[in-house]
């Protein structure tokens, strides 16, 4: 992984509410990490991976993302798309006083975050 | 002791034909034995030229008339005279002008029938509206009203009333029932759905009615939960269309070689008004109840099915509990596609002026 994404990732994750992340750049390397026990950094991979091909298959709809949010009882999968092709994924906790301006922060610094 | 003199009913014809109102006037003062101050307008100007000399107990509009027409006036006079009785009086007899004049305020749709039957029965209406006995309490204009305070005014006061909502082209009757909200229906839509939506609606009109039963009562539970969740949804969809506004930015940026990432973000813009493009509403069973603007309504339907089984394996990786929706930010907009067990809705809006795809 690109020592600048993990530098930002060490700096800004996790936050309250953050029960796994997973990025992934545009060589397909990719990293995640899970603080949760019922949820192993292998399954964290396989969501992140089911998450960019479901962003991907919407383009059969003409429709380019550039933010997603999975909204299920329990949890909410957000997955942020930048336009050179790093991905980030965040899982957090969806909870009664559930707000998104942390993930929204760390989104959109992680837009602004160099990868050559 | 002289007995009390009857109160002149206060009459104002508006009709573009010089001939048939002198002849209203004529016919119609004879038939009231002088109990009608009649006054007659010939175009919309005039007429409330007229009104704002003199309010009237009634005014009977001709459908079929230059610059602006009945309709539009009646939909005028609803913004400034509300409360006012409007009758339309017109030789047109089609269900869809009747359904459009009453549905727009219209307290009675009389045919136009020049002949002495119809004129008396044209009168004995006419007579009968303009001495009904007023309703107590205030007629008046409430400006810059939220429909979530009136509501709340209707429930708190344990009232029974329907609640009218004008907006553009969207209209819809919220029915409240001992303080109690019971149904709502705005277009195809019933029930909750219909009720959010037409508590998202940013401005328009409102007539607070006496109550009719609906239909059937599609909507239970407590009034402030309801309220709030109407709040919730929309304060989502607000935050949702900003965030959107700061990842245009940021998107902007990082697509610009020069641009470091020690350089400050944008501030985000302004959240524009939101105009939905597209909606589709369909039932469990993938029945369409409703669809608005969708180019292409099998294609929609199949996205829904498609990020429906999509939930379904995301579900089986994580323990995540029941789906309930997928948010889209794109450059151009918002998608909201929602998967309930009994419904399925995609929403496309965005700000005015942006492309959505």
Same mark, same amino acid.
């Given at each position: 992984?690109?020592? /600048?994404?993990? +530098?930002?990732?060490?700096?800004?994750?996790?936050?309250?509410?953050? &029960?796994?992340?997973?990025?992934?750049?545009?060589?397909? %390397?990719?990293? /995640? +990490? /899970?603080?949760?026990?019922?949820?192993?950094?292998?399954? %964290? =991979?396989?969501?992140?991976?089911?998450?960019?091909?479901?962003?991907?298959?919407?383009?059969?709809?003409?429709? =380019?993302? &550039?933010?997603?949010?999975? %909204?299920?009882?329990?949890?909410?999968?957000?997955?942020?798309?930048?336009?050179?092709?790093?991905?980030?994924?965040?899982?957090?906790?969806?909870?009664?006083?559930?707000?998104?301006?942390?993930?929204?922060?760390?989104?959109?610094?992680?837009? +602004?975050?160099? &990868?050559? | 002791?002289?007995?009390?003199?009857?109160?002149?009913?206060?009459?104002?014809?508006?009709?573009?034909?010089?001939?048939?109102?002198?002849?209203?006037?004529?016919?119609?003062?004879?038939?009231?034995?002088?109990?009608?101050?009649?006054?007659?307008?010939?175009?919309?100007?005039?007429?409330?030229?007229?009104?704002?000399?003199?309010?009237?107990?009634?005014?009977?509009?001709?459908?079929?008339?230059?610059?602006?027409?009945?309709?539009?006036?009646?939909?005028?006079?609803?913004?400034?005279?509300?409360?006012?009785?409007?009758?339309?009086?017109?030789? @047109?007899?089609?269900?869809?002008?009747?359904?459009?004049?009453?549905?727009?305020?219209?307290?009675?749709?009389?045919?136009?029938?020049?002949?002495?039957?119809?004129?008396?029965?044209?009168?004995?209406?006419?007579?009968?509206?303009?001495?009904?006995?007023?309703?107590?309490?205030?007629?008046?204009?409430?400006?810059? #009203?939220?429909?979530?305070? #009136?509501?709340?005014?209707?429930?708190?006061?344990?009232?029974?009333?329907?609640?009218?909502?004008?907006?553009?082209?969207?209209?819809?009757?919220?029915?409240?029932?001992?303080?109690?909200?019971?149904?709502?229906?705005?277009?195809?839509?019933?029930?909750?759905?219909?009720? $959010?939506?037409?508590?998202?609606?940013?401005?328009?009109?409102?007539?607070?009615?006496?109550?009719?039963?609906?239909?059937?009562?599609?909507?239970?539970?407590? $009034?402030?939960?309801?309220?709030?969740?109407?709040?919730?949804?929309?304060?989502?969809?607000?935050?949702?269309?900003?965030?959107?506004?700061?990842?245009?930015?940021?998107?902007?940026?990082?697509?610009?070689?020069?641009?470091?990432?020690?350089?400050?973000?944008?501030?985000?813009?302004?959240?524009?008004?939101?105009?939905?493009?597209?909606?589709?509403?369909?039932?469990?069973?993938?029945?369409?109840? $409703?669809?608005?603007?969708?180019?292409?309504?099998?294609? @929609?339907?199949?996205?829904?099915?498609?990020?429906?089984?999509?939930?379904?394996?995301?579900?089986?990786?994580?323990?995540?509990?029941?789906?309930?929706?997928?948010?889209?930010?794109?450059?151009?907009?918002?998608?909201?596609?929602?998967?309930?067990?009994?419904?399925?809705?995609?929403?496309?809006?965005?700000?005015?002026?942006?492309?959505?795809?």
């Amino acid at each position: 992984m690109n020592s /600048s994404v993990e +530098q930002f990732l060490a700096a800004r994750l996790p936050f309250p509410g953050l &029960v796994a992340w997973g990025a992934r750049l545009p060589d397909r %390397t990719a990293a /995640s +990490q /899970s603080y949760v026990d019922w949820l192993p950094v292998s399954r %964290t =991979e396989q969501v992140l991976a089911r998450l960019i091909l479901a962003a991907d298959s919407l383009q059969y709809h003409q429709i =380019e993302p &550039v933010r997603l949010c999975w %909204t299920f009882e329990h949890l909410r999968f957000r997955l942020g798309l930048r336009p050179d092709g790093v991905c980030l994924m965040l899982v957090e906790q969806n909870q009664r006083d559930y707000s998104p301006a942390a993930g929204d922060s760390a989104f959109d610094d992680f837009a +602004q975050v160099m &990868v050559p | 002791m002289p007995a009390e003199t009857p109160r002149r009913k206060t009459m104002l014809f508006v009709d573009d034909d010089a001939d048939f109102l002198t002849g209203v006037k004529e016919i119609f003062s004879g038939m009231s034995s002088g109990t009608w101050d009649i006054a007659t307008a010939e175009n919309h100007s005039q007429a409330l030229a007229e009104l704002a000399r003199q309010a009237k107990d009634v005014v009977v509009l001709d459908f079929n008339m230059p610059v602006m027409d009945g309709l539009q006036f009646l939909r005028l006079l609803r913004r400034t005279h509300p409360g006012q009785q409007v009758v339309m009086l017109t030789s @047109r007899t089609d269900d869809a002008t009747r359904t459009t004049c009453l549905d727009n305020g219209a307290a009675l749709f009389l045919h136009k029938l020049l002949t002495p039957e119809g004129f008396e029965g044209v009168f004995s209406a006419l007579d009968a509206l303009a001495g009904a006995v007023p309703q107590t309490g205030f007629r008046g204009m409430m400006r810059r #009203v939220d429909l979530q305070e #009136v509501l709340q005014m209707e429930c708190l006061g344990r009232k029974s009333s329907v609640l009218e909502i004008f907006a553009g082209k969207s209209r819809g009757r919220i029915f409240i029932h001992d303080g109690a909200i019971i149904h709502a229906e705005s277009g195809a839509l019933q029930g909750e759905v219909a009720l $959010y939506s037409l508590l998202a609606l940013r401005g328009g009109e409102f007539n607070l009615q006496a109550f009719t039963p609906p239909p059937r009562a599609t909507i239970s539970g407590q $009034y402030e939960f309801l309220l709030m969740e109407a709040a919730r949804l929309s304060d989502e969809g607000t935050q949702f269309i900003q965030a959107g506004a700061a990842q245009e930015s940021s998107a902007v940026l990082s697509s610009e070689g020069d641009a470091g990432p020690s350089e400050a973000p944008a501030p985000p813009s302004p959240a524009e008004p939101i105009v939905i493009h597209e909606v589709l509403l369909c039932s469990g069973a993938g029945e369409v109840l $409703y669809e608005k603007g969708c180019s292409s309504v099998e294609q @929609r339907s199949g996205l829904l099915a498609q990020i429906e089984q999509q939930a379904e394996q995301l579900s089986n990786l994580v323990p995540a509990g029941r789906f309930d929706r997928l948010e889209i930010l794109t450059l151009g907009g918002q998608i909201i596609c929602q998967i309930q067990p009994h419904l399925r809705l995609f929403v496309r809006g965005g700000s005015d002026g942006l492309a959505c795809p």
